[in-house]
């Protein structure tokens, strides 16, 4: 077992043992490649009633993992916190236990690493359906390194949320128990904060690093953790150096390309009478005209007008936060599914 290495990969899991076993498999072919001694992988097995120790067993053949198992369930929170306490890397990595490094990316960010010192390296993903390499966007984009936490945190916002696109220096925080983060279903945008704001400098990766599976989360609710314990956590950080500048940056930019999305996905979903969040979502960002002219009418219009007016900031958000390429790629992959499920091989 590896006593400091330079990076821990952390996995927590509960229940998705066949998702864990393509996570460990892509994670020991990118193993292959490094020098062990950098790398430490931890599994956090959250009292899974599945297949998942056997997952683990099995992927132990192959790549040396330290194996955690708790006696019971202790929440998503506490997992995902034990996995930041147990590391002992200079880095952490939290990966989704249903999440991929794309081919090369584990060589790559251990050069990055051994290269030069940043507080947080937030990796670019993108969503995946089935096969994560031929559903990849294709490369491009360099690395923005910011000298200015807020700058950095205003560029990255909405990845700060998504546990595998942050790579965090656990140096810079030593004293603090990522268990006293539990509670709002965001451990990982507290570390990412307690450490970027610390950092002399932080790096936002353009180009896609992370393959994610679509839609295969769930279990809360994404106004009250997305909007309003999102909000009251960018609150909290302006006494530790978060600029007032920095919260509104980073809320329009949720507004303009993040949450029209999500809000359009409720819309689609939802029943004739079913209640909206429009309260919740008005309380934390009424204040901004953005608000009521992009992300308003999803949720106040008829159905059949919300779903056309989301189509179309959805798309505009997306493409107006660089992310064209992707959902260009998204778009041929759904018509090649249509194809091949229609005329099967």
């Known amino acids: 077992m590896v006593d400091h290495p ?60 330290r194996s955690v198992r708790n006696s019971e369930n202790i929440g998503s929170d506490a997992n995902i916190a034990q996995c930041f ?23 790559w960010l251990l050069d990055v690493l051994a290269r030069r010192t940043f507080g947080v390296i937030c990796l670019r993903a993108y969503g995946f359906d089935g096969d994560f390499r031929r559903e990849y966007p294709g490369d491009g984009g360099g690395a923005i390194e910011f000298k200015s936490p807020s700058d950095f945190f205003v560029a ?35 570390l990412a904060l307690e450490i970027g704001l610390k950092a002399p400098a932080n790096l936002y990766v353009e180009s896609y690093k992370i393959a994610c599976k679509r839609n295969n989360s769930g279990g809360y609710d994404f106004t009250r953790v997305f909007v309003s314990e999102f909000g009251r956590i ?42 909206l969040p429009t309260d919740e979502v008005r309380a934390r960002l009424g204040g901004r005209p953005l608000f009521w002219v992009w992300v308003y009418p999803i949720l106040a219009l008829p159905r059949p007008l919300a779903i056309g007016w989301g189509s179309l900031v959805t798309a505009l958000g997306r493409i107006g936060s660089g992310d064209l390429r992707r959902g260009v790629r998204f778009l041929c992959n759904r018509v090649l599914q249509g194809r091949e499920a229609r005329y099967p091989v």
Not at 14 to 29: H, I, K, S
Not at 91 to 98: E, P
């Open 234 to 275: 960018l609150d909290q950080y302006r006494a530790k150096g978060l600029s007032e500048s920095a919260v509104r940056g980073i809320e329009d930019k949720m507004l303009f390309s993040y949450l029209p999305y999500y809000f359009l996905r409720q819309r689609l979903r939802s029943k004739t009478g079913e209640r």
């Open 156 to 190: 990255v916002n909405s990845r700060i949320t998504l546990i595998s696109s942050n790579v965090l220096q656990k140096a810079l925080i030593p004293e603090i128990d990522a268990r006293s983060f539990c509670g709002g279903n965001l451990v990982q945008v507290h």
């Open 6 to 65: 330079l990076l821990t990969v952390a996995i927590p899991t509960w229940n998705r043992g066949d998702y864990l076993e393509q996570t460990l498999a892509q994670l020991a072919r990118e193993a292959r490649t490094i020098d062990h001694e950098l790398l430490e992988v931890i599994v956090s097995d959250n009292a899974s009633g599945d297949r998942t120790p056997t997952v683990v067993a099995e992927a132990q053949a192959v790549l040396e993992i």
């Open 85 to 107: 306490n147990l590391a002992r890397g200079d880095y952490v990595l939290i990966l989704g236990d249903d999440d991929l490094l794309i081919d090369g990316c584990l060589a």
